[in-house]
């Protein structure tokens, strides 16, 4: 199976999931699953269980989404951890897993790769953004400062 572990922006592990892992696919109530967010292309946070206030506050200050799904069976048989931080990358790729919902292990993960997001309402406009590349490359809601 295809992983980055090895890659400098794979961090941590929650439960059975690495970063570097493809975030386990997990069918939720109705016709949802957890993988419905990851159509917006953009670095994201998944909680299974509850997120905590300092989390919160962390993931509104840097723009960055912010999903938490109610804890089940599924997510248990996914390999998933209760009420675990996962940082999702936009390919779906787990950068950051961890256990404890303290933010300091995201913010360190920020400050080394300089990764800076922006509300998603600010890249609405960008969908016809062509760059340098050409128009087939993708913008998504980060930047990597190196």
Do not use: F, K, M, T
């Given at each position: 199976m295809l992983n980055y572990r090895k890659s400098a922006l794979s961090v941590g592990r929650a439960g059975g999931v690495v970063g570097g892992d493809r975030l386990p696919w997990i069918g939720l109530t109705g016709d949802t699953d957890n993988f419905a967010p990851l159509r917006t292309l953009g670095w994201q946070v998944h909680v299974y269980g509850r997120a905590e206030n300092r989390l919160r506050e962390v993931c509104?200050?840097?723009?960055?989404?912010l999903h938490e799904f109610a804890w089940g069976a599924g997510a248990r048989q996914g390999g998933l951890a209760k009420d675990a931080i996962y940082l999702v990358r936009p390919d779906?790729?787990?950068?950051?897993?961890?256990?404890?919902?303290?933010?300091?292990?995201?913010?360190?993960?920020f400050s080394r790769f300089q990764l800076k997001f922006a509300a998603a309402a600010e890249f609405a406009s960008l969908d016809s953004l062509e760059v340098a590349r050409g128009p087939s490359t993708h913008i998504s809601p980060v930047s990597l400062n190196t």
């Open positions: 509104a200050r840097r723009g960055l989404a779906g790729y787990v950068a950051y897993a961890s256990r404890e919902q303290n933010p300091r292990g995201i913010e360190r993960l």
